[in-house]
């Protein structure tokens, strides 16, 4: 069961400096659509516009939402399926992520607020550059040193348009008290073709009896463990 979240969207220079201007933000999406939609701005795409998007790439970015956490027989986390690029999470002001990378998901126990309303704040950071780079159009070498992009940072046929911000899903999901969380299945085919080994690993986070069962496309069963 996931529960969606409305969220807001300010900056500011300097971390931690307390935001106003809040705007309206639309997950999964980035900071300069935002802003373009808040401030009727030049469409990105037509034109010359880097200079009226690119300030945006040295800001630190605050999303924030105010949510109530259902109190059920299921345990909430908190689900980013990927933020862009490098950010923090606070619940209530408490820091409970860090993460660098934007092809990573992350999670956040909510279990202690079941029931309670939270504030949760992201603040996404600055677009990472190498200083004192040499900079010239195509060659992606300001952002060298990560996985985001390149052509973002300008190419022969892109404008310079370093994306930033929750550009996935971002939402509360509950999911059962007793609940498999790493799987992996692997299996290696018989010399004639007419049987396979198939190898399954699981973590769970309850000691429990696990049930396999294997089917065809048509839902018939071929065996079970």
Avoid at 165 to 174: C, P, T, V
Avoid at 202 to 219: F, H
Wanted: proline share 4%; aromatic share 14%.
């Amino acid at each position: 069961m996931k529960q969606q979240l409305i969220w807001q969207l300010a900056y500011s220079d300097v971390k931690n400096d307390a935001c106003s201007d809040w705007v309206s933000a639309t997950v999964p999406g980035c900071v300069q659509l935002d802003m373009a939609a808040a401030y009727n701005m030049p469409l990105y795409f037509t034109g010359d516009p880097e200079d009226d998007y690119r300030w945006m790439e040295d800001k630190y970015w605050h999303y924030k939402t105010e949510c109530l956490v259902e109190e059920n027989e299921r345990d909430p986390f908190l689900h980013f399926e990927g933020v862009d690029y490098e950010y923090e999470v606070l619940v209530n002001g408490e820091l409970k992520l860090y993460h660098e990378g934007m092809f990573t998901h992350t999670d956040i126990d909510l279990i202690a607020y079941k029931g309670q309303t939270i504030n949760v704040e992201v603040i996404v950071y600055p677009a990472p550059k190498i200083k004192d780079c040499y900079y010239e159009r195509g060659l992606g070498n300001e952002a060298a040193h990560v996985v985001k992009p390149a052509f973002t940072y300008a190419w022969d046929w892109c404008p310079r348009f370093v994306t930033l911000g929750i550009y996935d899903e971002a939402f509360i999901e509950y999911r059962p008290a007793a609940r498999i969380t790493s799987l992996d299945v692997s299996y290696r085919l018989e010399e004639e073709n007419n049987a396979a080994r198939i190898n399954i690993q699981q973590i769970s986070n309850v000691i429990a009896d696990v049930r396999c069962i294997l089917r065809t496309e048509d839902g018939e069963n071929v065996c079970e463990e």
